[in-house]
């Protein structure tokens, strides 16, 4: 059996950078035509409002981008690994490489290192500005086009809410909540009237989330110029409900990659389940191996299809292959969220499968 050639440094350097071509073409394409979709999706959202102008539509587009195009990176790898692989073969470059002893896995190396290093990129430095913009999008897009005021936030300090009512505001803070009972522990309620003057704080062992209302237990009331005096129980209107509450957190997206572990712990200490949160850290972790494995599959497609001179079969399969992974990412997602499944294992199985499938296939119709 003739001994396999080892790839030189150019070539590999050379496989790389027309990967990386390839993939940043496929890429910014898919994001001018998410970008162009974005903007008539908030024109019309934003139709009927005149305060939302077409610089606000432009500025909401472009903060959500970058997200959007976070999502869409294991796509164009794919298709620039497609357009890669099979460029490389239609010009027999790769076919003069087989012929000096180059395996399928020396020259597919460079480009799986290089998707493994742009997984890593993303995470540790992209991420943290994907997140950020997002959030301000989220903000803007929370007061331009649905209007709501009411906000909460959870901190070291525990629990903090606030909500509005013709009366005025109410600032809630609690050191922890149950969440299954929507009952609140610690509790001060901070109460100011239509002008932002404070009226008075309400401080309460417990305060349980019942019938549109917090209602307190064993409250002490105190209020400006006027004695403290102690309540059995307080009744606090509220529009809160516990489907509110729970997708009132900050989205795991609007966290960045270094930021999410430190909010996973303080959901867990305030009582709330961190289930979605742990999720998407773990899928993120995840990323840069379903990188590599979008690699291996571009390969298996682009290889066994340029022999047999089939471009509409060969992006026929990439977008069949496509949508199986974002059908099988949505499915094993919602279990882990549902926690029929851990979270790891939710967020790993994706990548996983991907890679399985790419290298059995690779093996059988290249024989290793």
Do not use: C
């Not at 929507?182 to 349980?208: C, P, Q, S």
Request: glycine residues 6%; aromatic residues 10%.
């Amino acid at each position: 059996m003739a001994e396999r050639a080892a790839l030189s440094p150019t070539l590999s350097l050379y496989i790389a950078r027309r990967f990386l071509v390839g993939f940043s073409l496929i890429l910014v394409s898919l994001a001018a035509i998410i970008f162009l979709i974005d903007v008539v999706e908030l024109l019309r959202r934003g139709a009927g409002r005149p305060e939302i102008t077409f610089n606000l539509i432009l500025q909401l587009a472009l903060l959500k981008l970058p997200h959007m195009i976070e999502k869409i990176v294991p796509f164009a790898i794919l298709f620039g690994g497609l357009s890669t692989f099979w460029r490389l073969t239609r010009t027999s470059e790769l076919v003069v490489a087989r012929a000096s002893g180059t395996s399928v896995w020396q020259f597919l190396f460079p480009a799986v290192v290089t998707a493994l290093a742009l997984g890593v990129f993303l995470n540790v430095a992209v991420n943290p500005l994907t997140a950020t913009l997002l959030l301000h999008y989220e903000q803007l897009e929370s007061k331009l086009l649905k209007g709501k005021d009411d906000l909460l936030a959870v901190s070291e300090s525990g629990l903090w809410l606030r909500q509005s009512d013709p009366r005025g505001q109410s600032v809630i803070h609690a050191e922890r909540m149950m969440s299954k009972d929507m009952v609140l522990r610690g509790v001060t309620v901070f109460l100011f009237d239509t002008n932002n003057h404070f009226v008075r704080r309400l401080d309460a062992e417990e305060a349980r989330l019942d019938n549109g209302a917090w209602r307190l237990r064993d409250v002490l009331v105190t209020a400006p110029n006027v004695p403290s005096r102690e309540q059995e129980e307080y009744s606090l209107p509220t529009d809160w409900t516990s489907n509110k509450i729970q997708d009132s957190f900050s989205a795991p997206e609007t966290l960045s990659f270094w930021r999410l572990p430190g909010f996973i712990a303080m959901l867990d200490k305030a009582g709330f389940a961190a289930t979605r949160h742990r999720v998407h850290w773990y899928s993120l972790l995840a990323m840069p191996l379903m990188l590599a494995a979008m690699v291996l599959i571009a390969a298996t497609f682009s290889l066994r299809m340029a022999r047999r001179g089939g471009v509409a079969l060969l992006i026929t399969s990439g977008v069949v292959f496509s949508f199986f992974v974002f059908f099988l990412s949505d499915v094993v997602f919602a279990m882990g969220l549902s926690s029929t499944i851990p979270p790891l294992l939710a967020a790993l199985t994706p990548a996983v499968v991907t890679t399985l499938i790419g290298a059995s296939v690779l093996l059988h119709i290249e024989d290793g």
